[in-house]
């Protein structure tokens, strides 16, 4: 059986320290299935961004067990959780592109922690993923060239160009207006189907809840049951 990318059980966080601490995740068992596409929603403050920088070995884990694409995070290193955050791809609400960097070399970027690339096929794998986002034309483009939408979808390819065995990504159509924000999730989501990459999404979105697999809703921090989630959703 192939093991699941994202298993956790029982992580509880804090920040603070103290008797200034305050849990913000409570208990969170959660599992991402092989190629599955989870959302993840709730209201603002409940900890779907703290769930998903843990995750993404951004932040260290403090009480529970968290394997993500194999790698204990408990007692990991940073050492080890600098390994793994190469192997996720990541997206934030704001694109996080480099302004004086053209889309091309904004993509090559995330392949130069690979020493096996020269410089030349870094560029031209940016050049295909850039195809397959549909900017081939805007390859030599800079971000304050590109609409927002066009901007989120360089920040898609340059997830993607890593070959990552996850993709994380949080509040991705924030920033879009409701046309372009959904066609980057979807592009996203077929672009990582073909791939076999799960995709883990934060989002307060409810025109996009139609691109998931499931949907886990969190509340308080804690991830509610899902027929609660069931309900929550139908409001
Ligand atoms: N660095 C931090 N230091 C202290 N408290 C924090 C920090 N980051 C987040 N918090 C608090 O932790 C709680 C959970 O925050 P988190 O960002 O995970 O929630 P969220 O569900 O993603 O919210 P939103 O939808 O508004 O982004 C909030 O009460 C927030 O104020």
Known sequence: MT?????LRGVTYAYGTGDLARPVLRDVDLTVAPGEVVLLTGPSGSGKTTLLTLIGALRALQQGSATVLGQQLAGASERERTALRRRIGFIFQQH????????RQNVAMALELDPATT???RLA??????AAVG??????????QL???????????RALAGQPGLILADEPTAALDRQSGGD???????????????????THDPRILDIADRI??????RILPANEADAVQAH
């Open 3 to 7: 093991p699941s990318p994202v298993a």
């Open 216 to 221: 886990i809703a969190m509340e308080d921090g």
């Open 147 to 157: 609409s927002g939408g066009q901007r989120q979808r360089v920040a898609v390819a």
């Open 96 to 103: 996080n592109l480099l302004g004086f960097l053209t889309a």
């Open 184 to 202: 980057v999730v979807r592009l996203l989501r077929d672009l990582a189907r073909r791939r076999g990459v799960p995709i883990l999404m934060v």
């Open 125 to 130: 794998r940016a050049g295909e993923m850039l």
């Open 135 to 144: 900017l081939a034309d805007k390859c030599e483009s800079r971000p304050d």
């Open 119 to 121: 410089e030349r096929g």
